[in-house]
Nanobody, 121 residues
Framework: QVQLVESGGGAVQAGGSLKLSCAAS????????MGWFRQAPGKEREFVAA????????YYADSVKGRFTISRDNAKNTVFLQMNSLKPEDTGVYYC??????????????WGQGTQVTVSA
């Protein structure tokens, strides 16, 4: 069992930045691939970014490439999502996920509870 707790969401104007954090507990974090997904109102949950367990490989949705950066600190059992040049279409609930393996649109074993990100025009 893995517990995932997100933080760092909020409201920001278009062009601004936010950094999300996800603290993990319950399993050896350094062995886990991790990722971020998001769900906009009225839409399905979609893949945003993923990182391999040692951080050597990262994957991004086309819509966020060049603007978002996923990273991890295995000493602190935490994964991050730095979001720059935010757009209104980035609005949604962002979920941290423990992945079965890293990749684009990877299978998920555990979800966090989500954190709201709102980008105004």
């Amino acid at each position: 069992q893995v517990q995932l707790v997100e933080s760092g969401g909020g409201a920001v104007q278009a062009g601004g930045s936010l950094k999300l954090s996800c603290a993990a507990s319950g399993r050896t974090f350094s062995f886990l691939a991790m990722g971020w997904f998001r769900q906009a109102p009225g839409k399905e949950r979609e893949f945003v970014a993923a990182i391999s367990y040692l951080g050597g490989s990262t994957y991004y949705a086309d819509s966020v490439k060049g603007r978002f950066t996923i990273s991890r600190d295995n000493a602190k059992n935490t994964v991050f999502l730095q979001m720059n040049s935010l757009k209104p279409e980035d609005t949604g609930v962002y979920y941290c996920a423990q992945l079965r393996k890293a990749g684009s649109n990877p299978p998920v074993d555990y979800w966090g509870q989500g954190t709201q990100v709102t980008v105004s025009a």
